[in-house]
Structures are given as C-alpha cells and as structure tokens.
C-alpha cells in the first residue's frame, strides 16, 4: 500500500507544480519573454492541459506498478524510491506515449490535400527589378515532410 501512497504523493507533487504555471501563462496580461519561450495559452489549451494532469496523476500507481515489475527492487528503500519517482515522471512516460502513439497514427487524407496559389515576381535587385530567370522557390507548408518547388521562367 505504501509503494502505491508514495506514487500518488510523486504524481500529486508533478500536477501541482505545472498549475500555477498554466494560471500565469492563461493571464490576459502574459508576456512570453525570450528565456521562457513558453507561449500564452488559451483556456482551452489550459483545460486540456489540466486534464492531462488529473490522467498522469491518476494513472501514476500504474505506472509505478510496472515499474515494480520490471525493476523488483531488492529492498524496502530502492522500492520507495521506486515509487515516489514512478509517480513523480509519469508526465514525462506518458508524454512520451503520446509522442509514440501521434507518430504511428495515419495522417488523415484532408490534410493532404490542400491547395492554393502564390504568385509574384522574383526580381534582382541590383539589376534594376528585371525578373530572374530560372530563379528557384521553395514553398513550405504546414507538413514540412511536403516540400514544393517551382521554378519561375
């Protein structure tokens, strides 16, 4: 039963660390600065992001649990460690799953299919804004696995 306490009391300490941080970045009056990088968050992202907290804590005895069983710790103190840190990184493990499970999830066709148009003129500068001909460009869209190019003539 402790090993269990002690994973709860690792998860419960990792969700109440990141609340205060989503309340100040939620903030009508939030600024990102550059050393933070960490941008405004919108409270449906907050809502989402506080649910994946209640999911990570609720599921850090799991996780510690398969933890016991692949580790079997030999003593009472490597299985409280154990357990504290299995519920303490269940964020991290379950970010990771989700990491996992988006990459092996098809992309749906839609996204593949979007369309639209660019149009201008690329023209040399130092050449009196003449067109360039054979110029070259790159158009990256949201899917940076697309690339398109296009050659001007």
């Given at each position: 039963?402790?090993?269990i306490v002690l994973a709860?009391?690792?998860g419960?300490?990792?969700?109440?660390?990141?609340?205060?941080?989503?309340?100040?970045?939620s903030a009508s009056?939030?600024?990102?600065?550059?050393?933070?990088?960490?941008?405004?968050?919108?409270?449906?992202?907050?809502?989402?992001?506080?649910?994946?907290q209640i999911?990570q804590?609720?599921s850090?005895?799991?996780?510690?649990?398969v933890?016991?069983?692949?580790?079997?710790?030999?003593?009472?103190?490597?299985a409280?460690?154990?357990?504290?840190?299995?519920?303490?990184?269940?964020?991290a493990?379950?970010?990771?799953?989700?990491q996992?499970t988006?990459?092996?999830?098809?992309?749906?066709t839609d996204s593949?299919s979007?369309?639209g148009?660019?149009?201008?003129q690329?023209c040399e500068?130092?050449g009196?804004g003449?067109?360039v001909?054979?110029?070259s460009?790159n158009?990256?869209?949201h899917?940076?696995?697309?690339?398109m190019?296009?050659?001007i003539?």
């Amino acid at each position: 039963m402790y090993f269990i306490v002690l994973a709860l009391l690792g998860g419960a300490i990792s969700l109440t660390r990141r609340v205060p941080e989503y309340q100040k970045r939620s903030a009508s009056n939030y600024l990102s600065i550059a050393t933070d990088k960490k941008p405004y968050m919108t409270k449906g992202q907050v809502r989402e992001s506080l649910a994946f907290q209640i999911i990570q804590f609720i599921s850090a005895p799991l996780i510690a649990i398969v933890a016991y069983q692949l580790i079997d710790p030999g003593n009472l103190a490597s299985a409280v460690a154990l357990g504290f840190i299995a519920g303490f990184s269940s964020e991290a493990i379950l970010m990771m799953i989700r990491q996992l499970t988006n990459k092996i999830t098809p992309v749906a066709t839609d996204s593949l299919s979007l369309t639209g148009s660019v149009t201008g003129q690329v023209c040399e500068v130092a050449g009196g804004g003449k067109g360039v001909k054979g110029a070259s460009v790159n158009l990256v869209g949201h899917n940076q696995s697309k690339l398109m190019k296009a050659v001007i003539f």
